[in-house]
């Protein structure tokens, strides 16, 4: 089992570039979520989803899109990119939301704008 | 106030030392996680509680849901348990986790 497979792993961005952070599982999780990692903060919820075809906001959503079209993938897109998009971000899934399951995170995605 | 408070921040042990990491939390859960990052690295689920204690080799977790409290402890802590433990709470009736901010551990040996 890969479990949840985050790519790219490194990236330098310039201001007002677009680009996606891939997210996969082969788990068969119904719930997955992208977070951001800031230093001195606690991980924020950016967006998830709870199946295939239903995304909704988390914590942070702007400047971040999502869609969820296979239980598979789940990738994050950075529409025009800013400085204060720095952070480092994590994927992670979940069999659901029910009580008692645990949590699975891909390995995290660097990124830098410039 | 953040909701789920983490303590000590930054914690640097002896091998060999017992570690003791706390979490408080403001908010009815119903359960609760210890996660740990390496550095450079993912996050790994080590616990999760939604009441008494677990045991998984070395690392014991308790939760007291009456104290809102949660400790995570390492016995005869080894150089390689060096990384960030993260606190998060599942709340009632919503499908978001809460996190801490984490505990930093160094353990020298």
């Known amino acids: 089992n890969a479990g949840v497979t985050q790519t790219p792993k490194f990236q330098v961005l310039k201001t007002g570039q677009s680009m996606t952070l891939q997210c996969a599982q082969d788990m068969n999780h119904e719930y997955m979520s992208w977070y951001r990692q800031d230093p001195g903060m606690g991980l924020r919820l950016i967006h998830y989803?709870?199946?295939?075809?239903?995304?909704d906001q988390g914590e942070v959503p702007n400047g971040y899109n999502v869609s969820r079209s296979t239980t598979e993938d789940f990738p994050l897109r950075l529409l025009s990119a800013a400085p204060s998009q720095t952070s480092v971000y994590f994927c992670?899934?979940?069999?659901?939301?029910?009580?008692?399951?645990?949590?699975?995170f891909g390995e995290g995605s660097w990124l830098t704008v410039v | 106030k953040n909701e789920v408070e983490q303590s000590p921040q930054n914690l640097t042990a002896q091998e060999g030392e017992f570690i003791t990491i706390n979490c408080s939390y403001s908010v009815g859960i119903s359960a609760l996680h210890w996660l740990q990052q390496h550095p450079g690295g993912g996050i790994v689920s080590l616990f999760m509680l939604s009441s008494g204690k677990k045991k998984h080799g070395r690392l014991i977790a308790t939760i007291n849901i009456q104290e809102k409290h949660s400790s995570l402890h390492i016995t005869a802590s080894h150089p390689r348990d060096s990384a960030v433990y993260i606190c998060?709470?599942?709340?009632?009736?919503?499908?978001?986790?809460?996190f801490g901010t984490g505990t930093r551990l160094q353990v020298f040996p």
């Open positions: 998060a709470v599942e709340t009632y009736n919503t499908d978001k986790l809460i």
């Open positions: 989803s709870v199946g295939a075809g239903i995304t």
């Open positions: 992670a899934s979940r069999p659901n939301f029910a009580v008692g399951n645990t949590i699975y």
